[in-house]
């Protein structure tokens, strides 16, 4: 089967469109047909090599969400899971491919009327957006900021504030076109990405979604309220100061909070409730997703260039 492999760490060109063998699903395990198959940030951080210490090697075989119909299944799954449409996670390696295991646990049955390529721009990033707001202790009529709002975490963070009855949902993006997109999927205030926004802006917020993280990092804890609560969810930027926890320290009368969040750290369960409900609402329409391309699985090289060169608004999308 046809399969995109890291050929060699550093820009989209080190990847290679190669032949593998179909993989046969181990014990708990289910293969699936892929017919989307998610392009995510970690992909390009798997691929630049910054992973290498943690034995993502050249070689690697990329993707870790997708979409498409069970074809097998390993010991101890029940084989009715065989003909299904599934969303399914395969756990950082393995989903740029025709053929993809992952275990059954880590398998959605789609509803009808969820495309494959709605399932992979939700199914990961949805559930970050979600228990982000949930460790936040976000309540209705709060002030949220979405920092680095236009990838697909910040798309649903910033459609699940507004529908919870947030005070105001700002958001950072770098350009107007994109806030205008992003005012339409319920953001009210539009900043830009050093968090300047006009006159009309909110002085500060009661919560900070941070996707982006970065050099830039301290200017936004300076704009949480008293008692705001600060959640770092991705790093697009990189690392941020070493000595950013010194803000913190010294804003210390304004009673601050700073965490980081990982899905990794949710009950599989709980994730899978989660993603079945915003599955649900996405196919009624009641939660957008925001698919920027799809493109053929051989052109997985071009998917990473755009992604490079920050020209994807929500997720960009492989078919075998
Ligand atoms: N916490 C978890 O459990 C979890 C799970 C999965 C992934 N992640 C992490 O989440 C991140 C990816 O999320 P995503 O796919 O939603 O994001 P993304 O699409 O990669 O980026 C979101 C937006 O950030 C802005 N941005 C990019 N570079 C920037 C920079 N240097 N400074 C300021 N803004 C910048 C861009 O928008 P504009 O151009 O409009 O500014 C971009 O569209 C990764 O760090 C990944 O590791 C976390």
Redesign the pocket.
């Known amino acids: 089967m046809k399969a995109v492999v890291i050929r060699t760490f550093g820009d989209p060109d080190g990847l290679e469109v190669v032949d593998v063998p179909m993989p046969v699903p181990g014990p708990g395990q289910v293969r699936i047909a892929t017919e989307a198959i998610g392009v995510?940030?970690?992909d390009a951080?798997i691929r630049r090599g910054a992973l290498a210490a943690h034995g993502f090697r050249e070689g690697h075989l990329l993707g870790s969400e997708v979409a498409g119909r069970i074809t097998a299944t390993g010991d101890g799954v029940d084989a009715s899971w065989i003909g299904r449409r599934v969303w399914a996670f395969t756990g950082l390696s393995g989903g740029y491919a025709e053929q993809a295991v992952a275990a059954v646990e880590d398998v959605l049955a789609l509803p009808d009327g969820l495309t494959g390529a709605d399932a992979v721009t939700l199914g990961?990033?949805g559930v970050?957006a979600h228990f982000?707001l949930d460790r936040a202790r976000f309540t209705p009529g709060e002030s949220v900021l979405v920092?680095?709002?236009?990838?697909?975490?910040?798309?649903t963070a910033v459609q699940l504030a507004a529908r919870a009855g947030a005070g105001a949902v700002a958001v950072?993006?770098?350009?107007a076109r994109?806030g205008t997109r992003l005012r339409d999927l319920g953001a009210t205030h539009v900043l830009d990405?050093s968090g300047e926004g006009g006159p009309d802006a909110p002085a500060g917020f009661d919560v900070v979604i941070d996707?982006?993280a970065?050099p830039?990092l301290p200017l936004f804890l300076d704009k949480l309220n008293p008692n705001g609560r600060y959640v770092a969810?991705?790093?697009?930027?990189g690392r941020p100061p070493a000595d950013f926890g010194m803000r913190l320290m010294d804003a210390f009368r304004r009673s601050l909070s700073f965490a980081t969040?990982?899905?990794?750290t949710v009950p599989g369960t709980d994730r899978q409730a989660v993603r079945s409900s915003q599955f649900a609402d996405a196919a009624r329409g009641d939660l957008r997703t925001v698919v920027h391309d799809v493109l053929p699985l051989d052109q997985a090289a071009q998917a990473h260039r755009e992604?490079d060169a920050?020209k994807?608004?929500g997720?960009i999308v492989l078919h075998p």
């Open positions: 995510g940030g970690v951080v990961g990033s970050v982000a920092r680095g709002a236009a990838g697909s975490i910040g798309i950072t993006t770098s350009s994109r990405r996707v982006v970065g830039q969810v991705g790093v697009v930027a969040f990982s899905a990794d992604m920050a994807v608004f997720r």
